[in-house]
């Protein structure tokens, strides 16, 4: 099963690929609403579920909220009601998936719920973190960013239950202090960031919580500004409290519209990272690697990977583009020089009318990346997740959910350890757009 799940992400991309024809800024939102639900049958590690699915959004102007309600019923047990996804992280509030105002990069923006793609600053020390990587326990945190022209900030909090995981960013920009339309100067920033981790495994006693933590300095500046083209550089630097140090230097380049069919991005990061320095240490499988015992993962938990790394350089590149806003796709890859297993791949296809009455959405994470084995194989260092759908009416769409995570589960001697999961989900859906 776990090489059938990755050559059927690979086709779904190819034909992302094949076809490009769009793409929507990475932080917007549809601007219509949509009622959804159906009923189908989902595997999850080869064991048949009845499913129940009840999923609106709804966009009202800059206000959006997403619903998610699936209730899974045992078919091998008498139709039983599966309770895992309702114990631990958000329990019942996670049927609540977000509730939103305006989008990131907007003057002001929250999000509260289900994160995904939040970063801070330029992505030094948080990159694309979600935390709802635990698909059976994703929980409830808060994006909030204000933007006041000379200065601003950024947070993330990844469960305002619990107040584990809490990011800032906070930067001005001087020369508008002095003269707010100075040419390029006043596109000039300082920000510092500061990620703190509450509840981080023990890495001295096992068992144990204790406290990970990391700050960062930077500035960048937009060079040029028009209507048809966008570039900036920046500069970061970072530490881990009780572990090392990394920079890094990089170039931004936007085409947003190109005579109107199409657009394109490119960002490309040189980085210098000293001993237990990792980059975007705080990203997608963040939640993941943070989860696994120091003790017993001894080189697969977050800490672990952190305390083991060596001095070197390194890059990350990411493309994205679109035409005519038909297709989005994303590509980014980041990896240090002579390190094996140091390759980091992250992709996105999104496709909502790539071909007339399909639509499609797909998602994929990779770390430990050293040869295209690594890069086709699905293991715990993968997360997935492909949604395909066909419009049968204005009403109905077929559709196929393909889902690769990790869960928290105990063993036969009643110990708890991660292991993948693997969820196949066919269904039939109630949609209606207005």
Known sequence: MKNS?????????MVAVLNAQGFRDTYNYPNQSEMMGGLGITWIDDEPYTTLTIAPELALGKVGFGFYLQLLMDNNNNFKLRKDEYQGGAGL????????????????YARAGTLILSSLGNGFLMWNYTNASNYDQRKWGLAFDVDFGKFGFES?????????????????????????????????????????????????????RTQLSAYG???????????????????????????????AVGINAIFPE??????????????WLEDQFIASFFGPQYE?????????????????????????????????GHIINK??????????????????????AMAPDLVPKFELKAFYDKRGIETFEDFRTLDNRSLVAVDVGYRLNMF????????????????????????????????LSFSYRF
């Open 5 to 13: 799940g990755f050559w059927f992400l690979l086709v779904i991309f």
């Open 93 to 108: 509030l996670r049927a609540v998936r977000y509730v939103r105002y305006g989008n990131k990069f907007d003057p002001f």
């Open 156 to 208: 993330v909090v990844n469960n305002l239950g619990r107040l584990e995981l809490i990011g800032g960013n906070l930067y001005f920009r001087p020369f508008r202090f002095i003269n707010k339309d100075a040419p390029i100067l006043k596109n000039f920033r300082l920000y510092g960031t500061y990620v703190y981790d509450d509840k981080f495994p023990s890495w001295e006693t096992q068992g144990e």
């Open 217 to 247: 300095l930077g500035a960048d500046i937009i060079l040029l500004d028009l209507p048809v083209f966008r570039t900036g550089v920046y500069y970061d630097y970072g530490k881990f409290m009780d572990f090392g140090y990394g920079q």
């Open 258 to 271: 190109l005579i109107g069919l199409f657009g394109l991005s490119a960002k490309f990061e040189k980085r």
């Open 288 to 320: 993941l690697d943070r989860e696994l015992d120091p003790f017993e993962y001894p080189t697969e938990s977050g800490i672990r990977l952190l305390e083991n790394a060596t001095k070197n350089e390194g890059y990350f590149g990411q493309l994205a």
């Open 327 to 348: 297709v989005r796709l994303v590509g980014n890859y980041q990896r240090l020089n002579g390190v094996k297993g140091s390759g980091v791949l992250h992709m996105e």
């Open 396 to 427: 109905l769409v077929l559709s196929t959910v393909y889902y690769w995570s990790w869960v928290k589960v105990e063993d036969e001697n009643g110990n708890i350890i991660y292991r993948p999961q693997e969820r196949i989900e066919p269904r």
